[in-house]
């Protein structure tokens, strides 16, 4: 309920946060836009000026007593009819007045000529008049009849002003429903996008302890929650066969410890049953702690495994040699293969080195040797080999004339307590226990273990591990 | 030769008790660690066997405060802790030895008499059994007279038995203290067994007093019958 309801916040902080940004984004939006209007209603304003002056120098006239004016027919241009608004003010260099129109209603344009004015450029400028109007102006320095003149041309900013205040107020006003409606289409997005979420929350809710085989809903592959499903549904996956293997390593462990229990007891209750001979006595006690030190070695590989599984166990590396290994390995356990009148034979390089700890690899190297002569018939080879492969491991290959291994078992044999239906018989020994240590052993020194299909019949066990540089 | 087992496990105690008097030892049995103490007080044993995991008090605090009351009275730690650290916190308590259970009982009675004897041990430099003599030095062995053509492991293995001939020596001694095995689910059995038929073969089969037995359940034993 609580995840749900987060869900849900979810979806409104993100729309929040979503409309926040959208509408300061689109209140600068507003801002800049409304600027270049004005710049631009400016600079168009000053053009129509400077087009005016030249308009305006050709209705210029000398009256006959030196004053200047302007033709009559300026008025009745059908463009400058409708910008009667215009101010125009002529003066010579020295500051004497020659014209100045109505509009102006009599307050001066600028004051004093300026040094220069009007010769170079148009020398557009912003001028507030003595009655408060501000004016943009244009000054052209004209000649007439050879008369120096300087002719100023300003109109009003205010009614542009009011068109940019009127553009701006239009977006403005419009501002609040397009952000609305972006936000509400966000959150429809959003719900639709978020509510696969809710779906694999509430799935997830139900996956317990025993009902691992549960998997999230995944309903796009592409998309980030299909990812995050997948994701979690290969987690899921994992924990369920690590849950399984411990399961079945359990009920394993259980049988493996309770059959020589339930031997020790009933030796020791039906021999208790009836009086028997000192000699009968002694046999009995004998068996039971036969399967005592049976019990003893299972319980001695069940903590190493333990140990090995909670990552108790350090490892104490060093440098060695894999053949120098072999040949300790099989200085132990080939007497056992001259028992059976196998020839073991090694092969390979001296120099082939790894580093690791010494102590867990020969356990690894010594329970699959072992179990090639046991598995191997009388009379026949067994082959280790020592080699760098192309991919720059040292592997070491165990290759017997076994009876093989079939393959849909060639994993499981590393699994605890797995015996195939050769090595299902107790009189072969061994706790079962043999090819999991050994697997751990190499995995532990980041090497892999495995077996494949020897040529000539049999198994052919490969350990691979770095090699030491 | 006093022991005293300081064990809370009855049955093992009073078992180890009366596998030590069998062999000749006085042996004494205190149920918990303050009863050790108490007994510390009226009389010094020649060796304590001393269980760790003591119901009421740790053995290794009984151990501490026995050293800090100055007794240098060998100790083997009895304990079925058995990585490297418990080890060394065993150790630096001030144990002499560390035997993890559950132990053979001719491995107990072995260490028992290594602990008791550390003052006086002289190497020696041939032993002899019956018939059989065997040179350390030379490396040589014969039985009758007759030169033993063995193998090194087969020179060891003997040593190993005749060392301590007269006495059960189980495979997991053997495991340990003939192979050099530190790896206490290390399994030699298969091996072991071989190489003792082998030995067997070569040092008894020609003669007609049997040395070398097999004590089943337990291990195998050198000795005149």
Same mark, same amino acid.
């Given at each position: 309920m609580q995840l749900s309801f987060r869900s849900g916040n979810l979806r409104l902080r993100l729309t929040l946060w979503y409309g926040m940004a959208f509408s300061i984004l689109l209140l600068l939006h507003i801002g800049v836009a409304t600027y270049v209007h004005y710049r631009q209603l400016i600079a168009q304003a000053f053009h129509a000026a400077n087009e005016e002056?030249?308009?305006?120098?050709? !209705?210029?006239?000398?009256?006959?007593?030196?004053?200047?004016?302007? /033709?009559?027919?300026?008025?009745?241009?059908?463009?400058?009819?409708?910008?009667?608004?215009? !101010?125009?003010?002529?003066?010579?260099?020295?500051?004497?007045?020659?014209?100045?129109?109505?509009?102006?209603?009599?307050?001066?344009?600028?004051?004093?000529?300026?040094?220069?004015?009007?010769?170079?450029?148009?020398?557009?400028?912003?001028?507030?008049?003595?009655?408060?109007? /501000?004016?943009?102006?244009?000054?052209?320095?004209?000649?007439?009849?050879?008369r120096p003149i300087i002719l100023r041309l300003a109109f009003d900013e205010a009614p542009l002003l009011a068109s940019v205040m009127r553009f701006f107020s239009v977006l403005l006003l419009l501002a609040p429903i397009t952000v609305m409606v972006a936000v509400a289409v966000v959150y429809r997005v959003t719900s639709g996008a978020l509510s696969p979420l809710s779906n694999m929350v509430r799935r997830a809710e139900r996956i317990t302890a025993e009902r691992l085989s549960e998997r999230l809903p995944v309903h796009d592959e592409t998309d980030d929650l299909g990812h995050a499903a997948r994701v979690f549904n290969g987690l899921l996956q994992r924990l369920e066969d690590s849950f399984c293997q411990l399961k079945r390593f359990t009920s394993d462990a259980s049988h493996e410890l309770?059959?020589? !229990?339930?031997?020790?007891?009933?030796?020791?209750?039906?021999?208790?049953? /009836?009086?028997?001979s000192?000699?009968?006595?002694?046999?009995?006690?004998?068996?039971?702690?036969?399967?005592?030190?049976?019990?003893?070695? !299972?319980?001695?590989?069940?903590?190493?495994?333990?140990?090995?599984?909670?990552?108790?166990?350090t490892l104490h590396l060093s440098s060695f040699s894999c053949m120098d290994l072999i040949h300790e390995v099989v200085s132990v356990v080939g007497i056992l293969a001259e028992d059976k009148h196998q020839v073991i034979r090694m092969v390979g390089s001296e120099e082939i080195a790894v580093r690791a700890d010494r102590g867990i690899l020969r356990q690894a190297i010594l329970n699959l040797v072992d179990n090639a002569i046991k598995y191997s018939p009388e009379h026949s080879e067994i082959l280790i080999?020592?080699? /760098?492969?192309?991919?720059?491991?040292?592997?070491?290959?165990?290759?017997?004339?076994?009876?093989?291994?079939?393959?849909?078992?060639?994993?499981?044999?590393?699994?605890?307590?797995?015996?195939?239906?050769?090595?299902?018989s107790r009189g072969q020994g061994g706790t079962g226990l043999g090819l999991s240590i050994a697997k751990w052993a190499v995995e532990v020194h980041s090497g892999s273990i495995g077996v494949q299909p020897a040529e000539c019949g049999g198994s052919s066990f490969f350990v691979r591990l770095p090699l030491n540089a | 030769m006093q022991i005293l087992i300081v064990e809370d496990e009855s049955k093992l105690a009073y078992a180890l008790q009366q596998g030590l008097q069998e062999e000749g030892y006085a042996a004494t049995v205190a149920l918990s660690g303050e009863d050790a103490l108490r007994w510390f007080e009226r009389t010094t044993p020649d060796l304590v066997l001393l269980d760790v995991m003591l119901s009421k008090r740790n053995g290794l605090s009984v151990l501490r405060e026995f050293r800090r009351d100055g007794f240098q009275t060998p100790v083997l730690l009895l304990t079925a802790l058995d990585s490297v650290e418990d080890r060394v916190l065993g150790l630096d308590a001030?144990?002499?030895?560390?035997?993890?259970?559950?132990?053979?009982?001719?491995?107990?009675?072995?260490?028992?008499?290594?602990?008791?004897?550390?003052?006086?041990?002289?190497?020696?430099?041939?032993?002899?059994?019956?018939?059989?003599?065997?040179?350390?030095?030379?490396?040589?062995?014969?039985?009758?007279?007759?030169?033993?053509?063995?193998?090194?492991?087969?020179?060891?293995?003997?040593?190993?038995?005749?060392l301590n001939r007269g006495r059960v020596v189980s495979r997991e001694m053997l495991t340990r203290d003939v192979w050099k095995e530190t790896m206490r689910y290390t399994s030699l059995d298969n091996v072991i067994d071989v190489q003792v038929a082998r030995l067997r073969r070569k040092i008894d089969d020609p003669f007609d007093v049997k040395l070398l037995h097999t004590v089943r359940g337990i291990g195998f034993v050198l000795r005149e019958e």
């Open positions: 002056t030249e308009t305006v120098e050709g !209705l210029m006239y000398q009256t006959s007593d030196g004053r200047v004016s302007l /033709k009559e027919d300026y008025f009745n241009h059908p463009e400058i009819r409708l910008r009667l608004d215009r !101010l125009f003010e002529m003066l010579s260099p020295d500051g004497t007045i020659l014209y100045r129109n109505s509009q102006l209603r009599g307050t001066e344009l600028g004051g004093p000529p300026l040094p220069g004015e009007g010769v170079t450029s148009y020398n557009e400028r912003t001028v507030r008049l003595s009655d408060g109007r /501000k004016v943009l102006v244009v000054s052209h320095f004209h000649l007439l009849n050879g309770r059959t020589p !229990l339930a031997s020790l007891r009933s030796i020791g209750e039906v021999s208790l049953q /009836k009086g028997h000192n000699e009968e006595y002694r046999e009995v006690i004998a068996s039971m702690l036969e399967e005592v030190r049976r019990l003893t070695q !299972l319980v001695d590989s069940l903590l190493a495994i333990s140990r090995a599984d909670s990552g108790q166990m080999e020592v080699r /760098k492969t192309p991919d720059e491991l040292a592997e070491v290959s165990i290759v017997d004339q076994g009876p093989g291994i079939p393959v849909d078992e060639q994993t499981r044999i590393f699994d605890r307590f797995y015996r195939t239906d050769q090595g299902r | 001030g144990a002499d030895d560390y035997l993890v259970k559950p132990f053979a009982f001719p491995e107990l009675l072995a260490r028992v008499r290594a602990l008791l004897r550390r003052t006086a041990t002289t190497p020696q430099a041939t032993l002899d059994l019956a018939d059989l003599h065997m040179n350390l030095a030379g490396r040589t062995a014969a039985r009758d007279g007759v030169a033993l053509e063995l193998t090194s492991r087969e020179f060891d293995l003997l040593e190993y038995l005749m």
